[in-house]
């Protein structure tokens, strides 16, 4: 069973900045990929990135492309959102989220999900 805990969400000013943290535990994770999603009430959930844990290989939404990075630390087992630029419209609840696979960009079901932390950018 994967746990995943996300924290780092806040509020911040419109040109700032806000890294997101993703604890994750549970089985080994070399067949995995991690996602970020983030969600607005009535609207639906997006992936904003998504990274393989045994390789380099990423994925960007168009709207976060060049000011946000995914990344992870396998030593200690956290994944990274490191968000610059950052606007009002990225406000949202961020999730952490994982699924066996090898193609972060594929729309496949995430399986096992963070309790989600808030970022909200300020104009």
């Known amino acids: 069973q994967v746990q995943l805990v996300e924290s780092g969400g806040g509020l911040v000013q419109a040109g700032g900045s806000l890294t997101l943290s993703c604890a994750v535990s549970g089985p080994t994770l070399s067949n995995y990929v991690m996602g970020w999603f983030r969600q607005v009430p009535g609207k639906e959930r997006e992936l904003v990135a998504a990274i393989t844990w045994s390789s380099i290989s990423t994925f960007y939404t168009d709207s976060v492309k060049g000011r946000f990075t995914i990344s992870r630390d396998n030593a200690k087992n956290t994944v990274y959102l490191q968000m610059n630029s950052l606007k009002p419209e990225d406000t949202a609840n961020y999730y952490c989220?994982?699924?066996?696979?090898?193609?972060?960009?594929?729309?496949?079901?995430?399986?096992?999900w963070g309790q989600g932390t808030q970022v909200t950018v300020s104009s």
């Open positions: 989220a994982a699924r066996r696979g090898t193609r972060p960009a594929a729309t496949v079901p995430y399986a096992y």
